[in-house]
């Protein structure tokens, strides 16, 4: 699991905004870029190239 204190220092790469941690504490999430950034062994892989696109937000549904 990541420490509180290197969660508060990590940014997003892409716009480096702040970054939020999944619910199942799987990957950081930006939610400016819509982007999620997989943590494997928990080490989190901030590379823009290997990130996941999120589904964009619908508000009307």
């Known amino acids: 699991m990541i420490s509180k204190e290197l969660l508060e220092i990590l ?3 892409k716009c480096k905004g702040p970054v939020t941690l999944t619910e199942k ?5 930006c939610n400016s870029c819509r982007l ?4 494997r062994d928990d080490i ?4 823009v ?5 999120l589904a ?5 549904q």
């Open 36 to 39: 999620l950034y997989e943590i």
């Open 56 to 60: 964009e937000e619908n508000p009307d």
């Open 49 to 53: 190239d290997e990130a996941q696109k």
């Open 44 to 47: 989190p892989v901030m590379l």
């Open 11 to 13: 940014a997003c790469p």
């Open 25 to 29: 504490n799987d990957g950081l999430v």
